[in-house]
């Protein structure tokens, strides 16, 4: 756990993050069973403060809402333990791309150090470039890139270090409400989740990940609302493979 | 408004006879039941419609984003996960980050009037109080909202209510950032175990 970030539980209970700091704190939040029990807790508690503001609504909104529910399809169950299928064929490039591609962020990455307004993004930026760079020192390193539905997504991985770093480009942005989660997935048993994650304005994602990759063959990245799911949301998922 | 699947044998029956738990309305609502998706409005819509008009101000705009709540919360219905907490929390979670982002996207294209958001922010807590409900629910977390340090109840009830991110708690209080983050963390943390609220 990390303190730094845990004091922000409270904040982002109370929805007084702003997106970039969200973004932050839910990546950590993926990993971090702590956190994840304190915001828990708090989220029920801030619930509580709506006891003070009640107020009943205008009574023609009743109709309003129903009326609109009867047009409109609740969503399908999230399926618990579900195989999920390759929908698109990746294509491995030559290491030496997925390296350039990796070096020319560690370079933006970098540069924008001196650039950065807020310490806090710098900070995680900062931490951002020395995991990309101390994952390209592993020695098994490997690269992978893959055209997604739209945008693409690099995945650098290294099984003997247990770690990854998600890089995408041209990712579309989603609703508040709605999240990117990244999916571990083997042949055997159900996929684990990678983080939540959500693009940049620019619709660029660099995430970083670990856990153990032995057995793991494919990433999934999927669409779930706030927070992230227990399983992957099958419709939504697209593939890459490792 | 029928229910597609089976029949609600509730209407007719005695009151001695359990109410269904939020949590049972938004099982029913998952596999279509209109009906029990309006039970749940009719439990729930004061506590949801009072915050967020608490939060946007303006009546019409709070009954619009009422509407979207409770539009999405029947489109997530089947994806609401009891292990995770309670229907109430998770339609105020909804509910809350709709307000606020209501609020914050209205404030990106009209920068809001910093003295008038100072005159109407200045003791939100006080003006809460002037609707005091009469549930002894409300008055007990009356109650726990007072035994905050002053600082505290300020820097929760700004972002509760006034739908500020914590750095313009920070700014219009005048305090660090820092300072901010730690007051609402452990302000929340205060409340929840005063009220024994549990994850």
């Known amino acids: 756990m990390t303190d730094d970030l845990n004091v922000l539980a409270g904040a982002y209970a109370l929805d007084a993050l702003d997106d970039d700091e969200r973004a932050?704190?839910?990546?950590?939040?993926?990993?971090?069973?702590?956190?994840?029990?304190?915001?828990?807790?708090?989220?029920?508690?801030?619930a509580e403060f709506s006891q003070l503001s009640q107020a009943g609504p205008p009574p023609e909104l009743r109709a309003a809402v129903l009326g609109a529910v009867s047009k409109t399809r609740p969503l399908p169950p999230l399926i618990a333990g579900a195989r999920v299928l390759p929908l698109r064929r990746s294509r491995t490039v030559a290491l030496w791309q997925g390296l350039a591609a990796a070096c020319a962020l560690v370079a933006v990455v970098v540069s924008a150090w001196g650039l950065a307004q807020h310490r806090e993004a710098q900070r995680a930026t900062n931490a951002r470039a020395s995991v990309v760079q101390s994952l390209l020192a592993a020695p098994d390193v490997r690269a992978t890139t893959t055209a997604l539905k739209q945008g693409q997504g690099t995945l650098l991985s290294s099984r003997s270090e247990h770690r990854l770093v998600l890089i995408a480009r041209g990712i579309p942005v989603l609703p508040t409400d709605e999240t990117y989660q990244l999916w571990l997935?083997?042949?055997?048993?159900?996929?684990?989740?990678?983080?939540?994650?959500?693009?940049?304005?620019?619709?660029?994602?660099?995430?970083?990940?670990?856990?153990?990759?032995?057995?793991?063959?494919?990433?999934?990245?999927?669409?779930?609302?706030?927070?992230?799911?227990?399983?992957?949301?099958?419709?939504?998922?697209?593939?890459?493979?490792? | 408004m029928t229910s597609m699947w089976?029949?609600?044998?509730?209407?007719?029956?005695?009151?001695?006879?359990?109410?269904?738990?939020?949590?049972?309305?938004?099982?029913?609502?998952?596999?279509?039941?209109?009906?029990?998706?309006?039970?749940?409005?009719d439990l729930t819509s004061s506590r949801v419609y009072g915050m967020v008009l608490r939060v946007v101000r303006d009546p019409a705009q709070a009954a619009e984003v009422t509407q979207d709540i409770y539009l999405e919360v029947w489109r997530q219905s089947a994806r609401f996960d009891p292990g995770k907490g309670g229907?109430?929390?998770?339609?105020?979670?909804?509910?809350?980050?709709?307000?606020?982002?209501?609020?914050?996207?209205?404030?990106?294209?009209?920068?809001?009037?910093?003295?008038?958001?100072?005159?109407?922010?200045?003791?939100?807590?006080?003006?809460?109080?002037?609707?005091?409900?009469?549930?002894?629910?409300?008055?007990?977390?009356?109650?726990?909202?007072?035994?905050?340090?002053?600082?505290?109840?300020?820097?929760?009830?700004?972002?509760?209510?006034?739908?500020?991110?914590?750095?313009?708690?920070?700014?219009?209080?005048k305090v660090p950032l820092g300072t901010v983050k730690t007051r609402i963390r452990d302000g929340l943390i205060r409340m929840r175990d005063a009220l024994g609220v549990t994850a």
Request: hydrophobic share 40%.
């Open chain 2, 87 to 173: 229907v109430l929390p998770w339609l105020l979670m909804i509910a809350h980050r709709r307000a606020v982002d209501r609020v914050r996207s209205a404030q990106s294209s009209m920068v809001r009037d910093d003295k008038y958001a100072l005159l109407n922010t200045e003791r939100p807590f006080d003006s809460v109080s002037e609707q005091v409900q009469t549930s002894l629910e409300a008055q007990r977390v009356r109650r726990v909202l007072e035994d905050l340090t002053p600082a505290q109840r300020e820097a929760v009830t700004l972002a509760y209510f006034g739908g500020y991110t914590h750095t313009e708690v920070a700014t219009l209080l």
């Open chain 1, 24 to 46: 932050v704190f839910e990546e950590h939040l993926a990993g971090c069973q702590e956190c994840t029990e304190e915001v828990r807790g708090l989220r029920n508690t801030a």
């Open chain 1, 185 to 242: 997935m083997s042949e055997s048993g159900a996929p684990v989740s990678g983080g939540v994650f959500r693009p940049d304005e620019h619709g660029n994602v660099e995430l970083p990940a670990s856990g153990n990759l032995d057995g793991v063959d494919r990433m999934g990245v999927s669409v779930e609302p706030a927070g992230g799911s227990a399983q992957p949301t099958l419709s939504t998922v697209q593939v890459i493979k490792l």
């Open chain 2, 6 to 41: 089976f029949e609600r044998s509730d209407s007719g029956s005695p009151k001695a006879e359990a109410a269904p738990t939020p949590e049972d309305l938004v099982a029913a609502a998952a596999r279509g039941d209109e009906q029990a998706f309006a039970e749940l409005y």
